[in-house]
């Protein structure tokens, strides 16, 4: 079955890049129709969708974030990666990668999640 | 403040059931039929428990259950069990530009 992981530091600092990249395991990035998404969390807080990526490289964002992200995949290696610029500590969450399929935006398989930490 | 509103807190005693609410508007919730339900547990990844309103995927029990009355959509969890005290969540399709929304969160407790 497929699962995602999640990989990348877990300390940024301060209006630097944070970069993390997701692979996707039991199967093809391009297989099937679906989305592949970044989601985040802040402590004790609630869930905010960041963007997706289809296999073609198609790609939609947050409005809230466009301006700072860049989701990209690589389907040779069943990765797709997230670039978030100009960090500040209010970029501080755990952020998942998730799976949805396409048109319904259900998200079925979600990694376990990486905490990044914003801090000088 | 989150775009679909979901109470804060329910709570219940083992074998009871407990509704979870999730309201929206008619460009996300009561617009679409594309209403997702997640469990999350502490330090957890969320779960999806209900898709599309009312369907549950291969493995959820059957004691949970989905619904939708106009803008609002509903999570019935029935006969509660210790395990099943988490955060869920609601996300539904918008026609807005954020293409998601998501609920703010309940926490369920057993007690």
């Known amino acids: 079955h497929v699962q995602l992981q999640e990989s990348g530091p877990g300390l940024v600092r301060p209006s630097q890049t944070l970069s993390l990249t997701c692979t996707v395991s039991?199967?093809?990035?391009?297989?099937?129709?679906?989305?592949w998404n970044w989601i985040r969390q802040p402590a004790g807080k609630g869930l905010e969708w960041i963007g997706r990526?289809?296999?073609?490289?198609?790609?939609n964002y947050n409005p809230s974030l466009k301006s700072r992200v860049t989701i990209s995949v690589d389907t040779s290696k069943d990765q797709f990666s997230l670039k978030l610029y100009s960090v500040t500590a209010a970029d501080t969450a755990v952020y998942y990668c998730a799976r949805a399929m396409a048109g319904i935006l259900t998200f079925d398989i979600w990694g376990q999640g990486t905490m990044v930490t914003v801090s000088s | 403040q989150s775009a679909l509103t979901q109470p804060a807190s329910v709570s219940g005693s083992p074998g009871q059931s407990i509704t979870i609410s999730c309201t929206g508007t008619?460009?996300?919730?009561?617009?679409?039929?594309?209403v997702s339900w997640y469990q999350q547990h502490p330090g957890k990844a969320p779960k999806l428990m209900i898709y599309?309103?009312?369907n549950r995927p291969s493995g959820v029990s059957n004691r949970f259950s989905g619904s939708k009355s106009g803008n609002t959509a509903s999570l019935t969890i029935s006969g509660l069990q210790a395990e099943d005290e988490a955060d869920y969540y609601c996300i539904s399709y918008t026609s807005g530009s954020t293409l998601v929304v998501f609920g703010g969160g309940t926490k369920l407790t057993v007690l």
């Open positions: 599309e309103v009312s």
């Open positions: 008619s460009s996300d919730v009561g617009g679409y039929n594309y």
């Open positions: 990526i289809y296999p073609s490289g198609s790609t």
């Open positions: 039991g199967g093809s990035i391009s297989s099937g129709s679906y989305y």
